[in-house]
């Protein structure tokens, strides 16, 4: 448990994000007891919005999106909750200092800072800017939602303008991929089990797919999505952070600087995208929704060929893909061996893998060739499967829990560090100068027909 007080700002706390994951995360750790002893959240947003106005929008965020206010403290949380309007910039606090100020005369001078950005990336420097100039940065902690920039060139301006007022003790860049159990497990099977730990490398893997399609569209935050994208939103963010999770060097330990220097060095290794082995997509129907601009080039979907120049990764593809409205909603992570040579012939490629299932608690499965029953030597894929939350004591955090939790608590491993964002952002660098073309695909399919090519002479795992 943080047992620290805490006042925690929560920037944009009426908008989309704060209302569907961070206020229903911090509910969350209020039922399992992992909140301080002592406690007020501060709610800021442009309005003028009353206490109690903020207490109801919470209850319905939580009725919407859970856990249901009826379940846990909620009486005892919502005296907690309180709001400052009238926005937050380097000329105008509005009201938050003077709400800070009665926070800490309740919890004490000394009561932490936790200050959460729930707000558009470009929204970043002025809030950064304003925090120093009000006095609210010394000693506290920053978390930043993603994208922390929008380009190379906006992310160094960003970390300049971050480091001028904050120690980089002091920041915490938030991916909620990497809050997830099943992407932790990613490192402790492999670490843990010297099955795994032996075949981790270019001469048994043959090629490994991180896949993440969704169904969901992008209506609710039209707005946002249109002015970032899926590289933007999902390949420089999500999708390179699970590769850097796979592709790692063993740690010296799991503590959080080794942890957090192994995912970075990595990074660094990623070759710069070529343009040629990257497809974009753009969904039939997408300029038509509200918010949307009527020309609009963002891409819905990419797909991508990474390539990791180090030596245990040389010469295996890590095949990226994620789109809007696409066949299937899945977050997996595969690992494709390589198909032994002898003494057995003919076998099928592409049978003997090992995936990781992201989504929800998670499941780890595991393909292989076996002998069918009978006199002849025939041989057919078979799959053994563990659902994670089928694991004795499971009680699994949900990534924002989790990942709050770890903001309490001061842990900074399963956040990323701006030499590995810099290296990420070098790696997508080609396709933000030269854009490859933007094909249109059909809703409810697995994306432009472009993306099967990347994955020759063998395919695309998950729905083709």
Not at 45 to 55: K, L, P, Q, S
Not at 437 to 458: C, E, F, M, T, V
Request: hydrophobic share 40%; no cysteine; charged share 20%.
């Amino acid at each position: 448990m943080a047992t620290t007080k805490t006042v925690f700002v929560l920037f944009g706390a009426t908008g989309d994000l704060a209302r569907r994951m961070v206020l229903p995360a911090f509910y969350t750790l209020a039922i399992e007891g992992l909140l301080p002893a002592d406690w007020v959240l501060v709610g800021n947003g442009r309005g003028d919005v009353a206490h109690e106005d903020f207490r109801r929008r919470v209850h319905d965020a939580l009725v919407e999106f859970g856990p249901h206010p009826g379940k846990g403290p909620w009486h005892e949380f919502e005296q907690r909750l309180l709001f400052a309007g009238g926005g937050f910039t380097t000329d105008s606090p509005g009201s938050l200092l003077d709400v800070i100020g009665g926070a800490r005369r309740r919890l004490g001078p000394k009561a932490e800072l936790v200050h959460y950005l729930a707000v558009p990336p470009q929204t970043f420097p002025e809030l950064t800017r304003a925090l120093g100039e009000h006095g609210l940065a010394a000693g506290a902690r920053v978390v930043y939602e993603k994208p922390f920039g929008t380009s190379p060139k906006d992310f160094r301006s960003l970390n300049r303008i971050v480091h001028a007022v904050l120690d980089e003790s002091q920041v915490y860049r938030i991916d909620h991929f990497l809050g997830k159990e099943a992407t932790q497990n990613l490192h402790v099977i492999r670490f843990a089990n010297e099955l795994y730990a032996a075949m981790w490398n270019r001469e048994h893997v043959e090629s490994v797919q991180i896949d993440v399609p969704e169904t969901l569209g992008v209506e609710n935050r039209a707005g946002f999505y249109d002015a970032t994208g899926a590289v933007l939103d999902m390949l420089v963010t999500h999708l390179f952070q699970v590769a850097a999770e796979i592709a790692m060097e063993p740690p010296a330990s799991l503590g959080a600087a080794d942890l957090q220097s192994a995912r970075e060095r990595v990074i660094r290794s990623f070759r710069p995208l070529d343009p040629a082995e990257v497809v974009r997509g753009q969904f039939d129907g997408y300029r038509d929704i509200t918010g949307v601009r009527p020309r609009s080039r963002t891409d819905t979907f990419v797909a991508a060929r990474l390539w990791i120049d180090n030596p245990r990764w040389k010469g295996v593809p890590f095949l990226l893909r994620t789109g809007k409205r696409m066949a299937a909603s899945e977050q997996r992570v595969t690992m494709v061996l390589r198909t032994p040579r002898r003494p057995l012939t003919g076998l099928s490629p592409q049978t003997n893998t090992l995936t990781f299932s992201l989504a929800g608690d998670g499941a780890i499965e595991l393909g292989l060739l076996a002998k069918t029953p009978g006199v002849e030597l025939r041989v057919e894929p078979a799959t053994l499967g563990l659902p994670l939350d089928q694991l004795p004591g499971n009680e699994p955090l949900p990534p924002y829990v989790r990942l709050i939790h770890d903001v309490l608590l001061g842990d900074r491993s399963l956040f990323t560090r701006p030499d590995g964002l810099a290296a990420a952002w070098r790696t997508v660098q080609p396709i933000l100068q030269a854009p490859p073309r933007l094909a249109k695909y059909p809703q409810g399919s697995w994306g432009p027909p472009a993306a099967r090519k990347l994955a020759a002479p063998h395919r695309w795992l998950l729905g083709q």
